[in-house]
């Protein structure tokens, strides 16, 4: 049996970066890593708000991970950050079944 299209999409993007999209019961987490420098523990409720960034050297409005935690609520989903194993941030995005 085939796959609509926009299912091989999925499968072949979970394919090519496992551990990407985690299906939990009826949720979806969706996980985005990097291995930069990480979030302090400090900073972490603050980086959610509208035009904070960690100095005035950061590039950036400041305004990405504050429309994510909007969207995320309006979806009644939530995001967060923890510490990546290795070094760096795991952002991680909890979709609930509609």
Do not use: C
Request: proline fraction near 7%; avoid cysteine; charged fraction near 25%.
């Amino acid at each position: 049996m085939t796959q609509p299209p926009k299912a091989q999409q999925v499968s072949g993007a979970v394919a090519t970066a496992p551990h990407v999209l985690r299906i939990v019961g009826a949720d979806a987490v969706v996980s985005v890593i990097d291995h930069g420098e990480g979030v302090p523990h400090e900073d972490r409720e603050a980086i959610f708000e509208p035009f904070w960034r960690k100095s005035e050297t950061t590039p950036g409005s400041g305004l990405g991970l504050a429309l994510a935690h909007e969207l995320m609520e309006k979806l009644r989903g939530r995001i967060w950050v923890e510490d990546t194993p290795d070094g760096g941030a795991t952002f991680r995005l909890l979709f609930h079944k509609a």
